[in-house]
């Protein structure tokens, strides 16, 4: 069985967040942490992430903040100051997407593992950006 899942329904607690990164420019790279979603106001859904990054000579605190909202009968992920990142259908095969940034494409998946698992891929090309990016998700 194949149903989409409700992010509302799905994804709030808290998951550690283990996450590879590859760039072409800095090299291999790591970050983890900790993924909270919250249920808001609007009934979304906060996505606070925050841990330790090693990227090229960095390594330190990293952080970012997503919303996950229903709009038009869809669910959207939007950047914390509102600009759309991607829609978002998660089930166990591969819910595909992308966005534009600037000149580079990100191409990427959400694959859900099973009650207690997710994971999310980027590929990231372009004139600015090589990347690899692949996130595991588990909840805590």
């Not at 989409?4 to 967040?17: I, N, S």
């Not at 283990?18 to 072409?24: G, H, N, S, V």
């Not at 979304?44 to 903040?65: M, N």
Request: glycine fraction near 12%.
């Amino acid at each position: 069985m194949d149903e989409p899942l409700e992010p509302d329904a799905f994804l709030p607690g808290r998951w550690g967040v283990e996450r590879t990164l590859r760039d072409a420019r800095l090299g291999a790279g790591t970050f983890a942490g900790t993924a909270t979603f919250e249920r808001d106001e609007d009934g979304g859904l906060d996505w606070l992430e925050t841990g330790r990054l090693r990227l090229g000579g960095y390594e330190g605190p990293a952080r970012r903040r997503l919303r996950v909202a229903r709009e038009e009968g869809a669910w959207m992920v939007r950047f914390d100051d509102g600009r759309p990142f991607h829609p978002l259908e998660l089930r166990a095969t591969a819910c595909e997407v992308t966005h534009p940034c600037g000149a580079d494409t990100y191409a990427g998946q959400y694959v859900v593992l099973g009650p207690d698992a997710f994971d999310v891929t980027w590929r990231v090309r372009g004139p600015a950006k090589d990347q690899r990016i692949a996130s595991r998700y588990r909840r805590r």
